[in-house]
């Protein structure tokens, strides 16, 4: 069962950090993604990071302002986002598959999601 949180309403330019906490011991072999679903849209890939921390990958939207990382012994992934804009807006949910990978249909566990909002 993973856990998403840290969203929140900020205005742009500011920065949030997003937490995937993860109560089972098993979590440190598992890759995260993180993902987010805007209203009318569909959901879509914005970063991973692998298992041992080594391999991450980010969307193009979001390269260079967003980053990634993991602490394996708190079972916690985070994902620190900075220089924020308005269209960064949408619930950001957090999943866990035993592979890396883009698409979220491949995706064994997600979290509820958690809203961020950046107003203009």
């Known amino acids: 069962q993973l856990e998403d949180s840290g969203g929140g309403l900020v205005q742009a330019g500011a920065s949030l950090r997003l937490s995937c906490a993860a109560s089972?011991?098993?979590?440190?072999?598992?890759?995260i993604g993180w993902f987010r679903q805007a209203p009318g849209k569909e959901r879509e890939f914005v970063a991973y990071?692998?298992?041992?921390?080594?391999?991450?990958n980010f969307a193009d939207s979001v390269k260079d302002r967003f980053t990634i990382s993991r602490d394996n012994d708190k079972n916690t992934v985070h994902l620190q986002m900075n220089s924020l804009r308005p269209e960064d807006t949408a619930v950001y949910y957090c999943?866990?598959?035993?592979?890396?990978?883009?698409?979220?249909?491949?995706?064994?566990?997600w979290g509820q999601g958690t809203q961020v909002t950046v107003s203009s």
């Open positions: 089972e011991r098993t979590f440190s072999s598992y890759s």
């Open positions: 990071i692998g298992w041992r921390a080594i391999n991450t």
């Open positions: 999943a866990a598959n035993t592979y890396l990978s883009v698409y979220s249909g491949e995706y064994d566990y």
